[in-house]
Structures are given as structure tokens and as C-alpha cells.
């Protein structure tokens, strides 16, 4: 069922693939979803309108368009892999909510498809076609885009999702972004953002990245490149818990989507340093080669020649580049030292500038 996406554009286009390029669409956008043995991603999209799609991805009222990018298999944590895509048109109706377990964990009868929905307006159940996109491709992370043909009104579609690792219980959530169009480069985490780093000993701390652009659904693949990377002066540093400035961190580039640890932006000598945690400015920004393709720069600085990064305080000018969602979670039993009933597991999610 779940076969890649390895048509021609010309015969994409034919049977209504890319139907973002036919018509003006409104979508909304999942920056993030985790599928594996023990976690799964539920998503829960809101409709209003019936100016949607049908399964040829024409005009009509029946059909909204789902795409999936993942990485998957030996892929998953590969930060520099593209993303596959896998996109189907489903069926809609006018004020319906489709919660969908994108894992078909919960929902391995229903198509994905959960809480008892009748079908009776939006007749999932009469396709034979399946809404649990990363049931065949597990372990996998990547980010779900959903559009209809409605580009005169902003916020017809709405959405949110939660990652549930069902194993031990815990679960975080946010909700999706919306645009009249493809592109959600205004849905960038604000660069810099100060982030709280908890002790490294008991506490993992994460950032799941998501670059963004100006085509949020590209055709095929997507090979979008970010940079996070902590700056909090004039080079690469942080404070630690007294106030003292460290130096030594390490930027991280990530294609598609990826999840970069806090410990692994660090040199060691750093990270030994500030084994209980402190505070830093956490930048990200798109990078692309530059005009000799010797090496990646910020996307300003395209054109550039030369391998030399400006000078940090240029970063004010970089556009932000990528969604950024931190992730805490404590490695035992215990937090401050204090013995606690179970593992705590907490998302932040960094809001545009």
C-alpha cells in the first residue's frame, strides 16, 4: 500500500498530484511526527470549508490532500538524509474532524481513523485507502502537510497532534500551523531563542528541527537544509548556572527534518563544563551551497564564494530557517536528586519572531 512516490512531474501533474500548483489552497502543517515500536503521532485535522478536492485532486467538495515526509528504516536518524514523500487524496466534509493515528497503532481496523467516526458525511470507510500514513514504514519521524482548494479564506483547515510513546505513558502536543499558502517561512522558530538547558547527568534535552520554505509540499523529496547552532556572544558559547560564559559548541545542520541533542552541540570539553545545565541563544537559519558549492552558508550569502561565516552579529540579518520544537524528558527516577514516580516528558515549542 505504501509505495514511494517515484512518478514523472508531467504525469504528477497529470493525474493531479501536485494540485497546489492548480489552484490556490489554504493547508496546515505538522512540523513534527514520531513513528516507532513504542511511540506513535496522533493528528487530528479540522476542515470548514467545502472548497476542497476530489480523488483526482480537481476542484470539488469530497477530497482533502494529505502528504507525508518521512525518513525511515536506517534513515530515521540520519540528520543529513532527504525526506521521502508519500501523498494521497482522502476524503472530507465541510466542519469535520478526522483524528488519525498515524502509526495505525490504535487504529489498526479503522484505516487509521479513530473515536468511532460514523463515515456517514465524510465516507472514509467506502475508499479502501488508508490514513495511518507510517504504518508500513516504521521506525520513521517527518512532518504531515495537508491542503483543500480554499486560497480565499485563511484558517478553514486546523489541526493538532501529540506523540504518545504508549510504552511508558508519556505524551507531548502543539498545534499545527496554517496558511493560505505553501510557504511557512513565517512559521520559523524565532531566531535567536533563549533556551533553557537542564543537567545533562538526569535530564535529556532535544531539538526536533523542521526547516521550512517557501513550498512547504514539494514534489517527490524534500531536501531542505537548516543550521542550529548556540551563539549567546560573539562565538559559539553558553552560560552556565553561575553566569559564566563556556565556549566550544558545535552547529548542527539538518535535512528535512531530524532530532539534534543538546549534548551533541557541544564540544566535550564544553560539556563537561556545564554538566548541570545553564542557558543559551539557539539560532537556526536555512543554508545552501555556495556559488562554488564548496561549502553550505546561509542562504543570504548564496552567492558568496568564500568558505568564512560573517561574523556572528551578521546572524541578525539571517532569515529564521527552520521549526523548533525542544524536547525534556529525565533519564531515571529522579529529578533535582528527588525521587519521582515516573518519567516526565515535556515539548516546548519555539513561537515565530
Known amino acids: 500500500m505504501f509505495a514511494k512516490n517515484t512518478l514523472a512531474s508531467a504525469v504528477a501533474a497529470a493525474i493531479g498530484v501536485s494540485a497546489v500548483g492548480v489552484a490556490q489552497a489554504d493547508s496546515v502543517f505538522f512540523p513534527y511526527a514520531a513513528i516507532s515500536q513504542t511511540v506513535t503521532t496522533i493528528a487530528s485535522v479540522i476542515n470548514t470549508t467545502a472548497n476542497n478536492w476530489d480523488q483526482a485532486g480537481n476542484i470539488a467538495t469530497t477530497h482533502l490532500h494529505y502528504r507525508f515526509y518521512y525518513k ?47 463515515s456517514i458525511n465524510n465516507k472514509w470507510a467506502q475508499t479502501g485507502r ?126 528535512c527534518v531530524g532530532r539534534v541533542e543538546a549534548a551533541d552541540m557541544l564540544s566535550d570539553g564544553t560539556r563537561a563544563r556545564v554538566v548541570d545545565g545553564g542557558w543559551a541563544r539557539l539560532w537556526n537559519y536555512r543554508v545552501v551551497p555556495n556559488a562554488t558549492a564548496t561549502s553550505w552558508v546561509p542562504a543570504e550569502f548564496a552567492a558568496d564564494n568564500s568558505a568564512v561565516i560573517s561574523p556572528s552579529a551578521d546572524r541578525n540579518d539571517w532569515d529564521d530557517g527552520a521549526v523548533v520544537i525542544k524536547l525534556e524528558y529525565n533519564l531515571g527516577g529522579t529529578l533535582n536528586g528527588e525521587s519521582v514516580g515516573g518519567v516526565f516528558n515535556n515539548s516546548i515549542m519555539f513561537a515565530p519572531e
Not at 483524528?99 to 490504535?106: E, N, Q, S, V
Request: net charge negative.
Open 72 to 118: 525511515s528504516g536506517p534513515a530515521v536518524n540520519d540528520l543529513l538524509a532527504p525526506c521521502e514523500e508519500y501523498n494521497e487524496y482522502l476524503p472530507t466534509s465541510q466542519y469535520d474532524i478526522q483524528t488519525i493515528d498515524l502509526g495505525g497503532i490504535f487504529a489498526a481496523e479503522t484505516a487509521g481513523v479513530m473515536f468511532n467516526d460514523p
Open 130 to 255: 488508508d490514513y495511518a500514513f507510517g504504518r508500513n514504514v516504521a521506525p520513521a519521524r517527518g512532518y504531515l502537510y495537508v491542503d483543500n482548494s480554499d486560497g480565499t479564506v485563511t484558517d478553514t483547515l486546523a489541526g493538532e497532534a501529540f506523540m504518545f510513546e504508549f510504552g511508558s505513558g508519556a505524551a507531548w502536543g502543539y498545534q499545527a500551523y496554517n496558511s493560505d499558502t505553501a510557504s511557512y517561512i513565517p512559521a520559523a522558530s524565532e531566531s535567536p531563542s533563549n533556551v533553557a538547558i537542564m543537567p545533562f547527568d538526569e535530564i535529556t534535552t532535544a531539538f526536533f528541527v523542521t526547516p521550512v520554505d517557501g513550498d512547504q509540499a514539494p514534489d517527490f523529496a524534500n531536501n531542505y537544509r537548516a543550521r542550529v547552532e548556540f551563539v549567546t556572544s560573539a562565538r559559539g558559547d553558553l552560560y552556565d548556572r553561575d553566569e559564566n560564559l563556556i565556549s566550544g559548541t558545535i552547529p548542527q545542520d539538518v535535512v
